[in-house]
């Protein structure tokens, strides 16, 4: 377990799986966690069942899935991830989504993704960490600024949301940044 100023990482258990089940059937967090990506989008208790058997079973060499929870009241907000964690490379990708809408723009994702850098920078000796995100999340896009990634490029009109085209921006941290004061 990670404990940041406000949220609390933890092992990811069955029992999630109700909370992502919400989530992922809420427009409004497929929108702006997946821009509104159909592969994300709605899906039934089964699938999810499904995919939370296999999100158990991850090694942690490899990718791995924490819950995040309000530490002001213990309650189950969102989720961070890593994935294709690549040791010989020593890089990762990374992902987090706030499912709680009304959390949102309150620091939970960003103190939550700074514990997973922390995590991943310091047990494992990476690199380099990388997130994406749409053109159009400037609360993401300033979000993942503040914690020290960097722009480092944009698959142009990659993204289409509701029948406007948006660029998909990536971002990176090397380790030497992480190390750096803020």
Same mark, same amino acid.
């Given at each position: 377990?990670?404990?940041?100023?406000?949220?609390? $990482?933890?092992?990811?258990?069955?029992?999630?799986?109700?909370?992502?089940?919400?989530?992922?059937?809420?427009?409004?967090?497929?929108?702006?966690? &997946?821009?509104?990506?159909?592969? *994300? @989008?709605?899906?039934?208790?089964?699938?999810?069942?499904?995919?939370?058997?296999?999100?158990?079973?991850?090694?942690?060499?490899?990718?791995?899935?924490?819950?995040?929870?309000? %530490?002001?009241?213990? %309650?189950?907000?969102?989720?961070?991830?890593?994935?294709?964690?690549?040791?010989?490379?020593?890089?990762?990708?990374? @992902?987090?989504?706030? @499912?709680?809408?009304?959390?949102?723009?309150?620091?939970?994702?960003?103190?939550?993704?700074?514990?997973?850098?922390?995590?991943? *920078? !310091?047990?494992?000796?990476?690199?380099?960490?990388?997130?994406?995100?749409?053109?159009?999340?400037?609360?993401?896009? %300033?979000?993942?600024?503040?914690? !020290? *990634?960097?722009?480092?490029?944009?698959?142009?009109? &990659?993204?289409?949301?509701?029948?406007?085209?948006?660029?998909?921006?990536? *971002?990176?941290? $090397?380790?030497?940044?992480?190390?750096?004061?803020?």
């Amino acid at each position: 377990m990670f404990e940041g100023r406000l949220v609390r $990482l933890r092992a990811l258990r069955s029992e999630d799986a109700e909370h992502h089940l919400r989530w992922r059937n809420d427009p409004e967090v497929v929108r702006w966690a &997946a821009a509104g990506d159909p592969c *994300f @989008g709605p899906v039934t208790a089964e699938a999810v069942g499904l995919g939370f058997d296999t999100m158990l079973r991850l090694s942690p060499r490899e990718s791995a899935v924490f819950t995040v929870e309000d %530490r002001a009241d213990g %309650r189950v907000i969102g989720m961070v991830d890593y994935r294709d964690l690549d040791p010989y490379a020593g890089v990762a990708t990374l @992902g987090v989504t706030i @499912g709680e809408r009304e959390l949102w723009g309150r620091g939970h994702g960003s103190d939550a993704l700074r514990l997973l850098v922390d995590h991943l *920078f !310091g047990a494992y000796g990476l690199s380099r960490l990388e997130l994406d995100t749409w053109s159009g999340n400037e609360r993401a896009v %300033r979000a993942f600024g503040r914690l !020290g *990634f960097r722009e480092e490029g944009r698959r142009r009109s &990659a993204v289409l949301l509701e029948g406007k085209r948006y660029d998909s921006v990536l *971002f990176g941290m $090397l380790r030497e940044e992480w190390a750096k004061p803020a």
